[in-house]
């Protein structure tokens, strides 16, 4: 599953965009550099259910932003990304 797979499946199961999810993570002091991602792990698990994997991508996000490394860009297989940005703010919204 790509990152924005993951975060798209996120939105689904959440109701919240990806946005959203990250302005209540840095709301509660998530996006400070002291906080392990696990820590996050187990409030996206209490509060949204989310599992490990969901959970890591949306880690990556709220530690480092939408840019993902150009490595997962244009790949073959399930994991490719189209962008090495990821779209945070709804599927509904999203470019083509």
């Known amino acids: 599953m790509s990152f924005q797979a993951y975060l798209d499946t996120i939105e689904d199961k959440t109701g919240l965009t990806p946005r959203q999810l990250l302005e209540m993570a840095k709301s509660k002091g998530y996006d400070d550099p002291n906080v392990k991602a696990g820590e996050i792990l187990e409030w ?53």
């Open 44 to 96: 996206l698990k209490a509060d949204y259910d989310l599992g490990r994997g969901h959970g890591m991508a949306l880690v990556h996000v709220i530690k480092k932003g939408p840019q993902i490394d150009q490595k997962h860009v244009g790949t073959t297989g399930t994991h490719r990304d189209d962008s090495d940005v990821l779209w945070l703010d709804g599927k509904a919204t999203k470019p083509a």
